[in-house]
């Protein structure tokens, strides 16, 4: 299919236009026209680019793209090596942040809520003024020791764990990625047990204060199944060959 009608199609299905974030949705670096295969990653990096290059891969999707608010702007030294390596492999780099995140379909939090079998599902956490995260309550509540052995399940690497919260935990919020303020919502719900990739040195003494479950199962790791989802999402609709490229990352 033509890049153009692949972008458009992302951009309206991830409503980009709705919405601030902290670096552009959509078309990152132009490659060629024609878009037969689909390489996903979490984050672009040369690993992934050459991987994709690779594999004859005529465009790159991933979730964490290359340019971010308050970086520099000027291309040298990794910065210069990484659009280089596209450039000269002719591929297009499409990259969706907070879209993704919030998508309540494919979006990371969502899928990830669904995998624990939450119900109830509702959104909360605002990130620019809009929700991107998903809570929701245990159809039978679930031990401490439960919620860590999901959440290794579910993330597939062990999370570090502040049990502070009720025994057994009835609700759970998830805000993947580096959200660990985001805990100050979940605690302001009532929440049970809060879920992200990240923690901070001040988390422990607040989930303690406060009575909540705090798993941080790894930035990398929260956010793998939004951007394999919509690579399968692509693969299925327009017929698209589309391989996810796991680049690990135990942040």
Known sequence: MKRADLVD????YLDISTGS??????????????????????????????????LDADAV?????????GQPST????????????????????????PLDRHGVLGNNVLAARAFGLVDLATFAANRGIDIGWHGRFEE????????????EVFGQEPLMFPAGPDPARTLGIVAGGAQ??????IDLGLDAFITGEVSEWVMNVVREAGIHYLSAGHY???????????????????????FIDVPNPV
């Open 181 to 186: 303020r985001d805990v100050y919502a979940a």
């Open 75 to 98: 291309l040298v030294g990794f910065r210069a090596r990484r659009v280089r390596t596209l450039i000269e492999n002719d591929l297009n780099l499409l990259a969706y942040h907070l």
């Open 21 to 54: 974030d902290y670096g552009p949705n959509g078309l990152q670096v132009e490659g060629r026209d024609e878009i037969e295969t689909v390489v996903t990653g979490v984050s672009a990096c040369v690993e992934l680019f050459d991987r994709a290059a690779d």
């Open 221 to 243: 790791a929260t956010e793998r199944s939004g951007i394999r989802a919509l690579g399968e999402h692509v693969a299925e609709r327009f017929g698209l060959r589309v391989e």
């Open 141 to 152: 509540p679930i031990s401490a020791a439960e919620l860590r052995r999901r959440t290794t």
């Open 61 to 69: 999707l991933v979730h964490h793209g290359l340019f971010w608010d």
């Open 9 to 12: 199609y992302l951009d309206d």
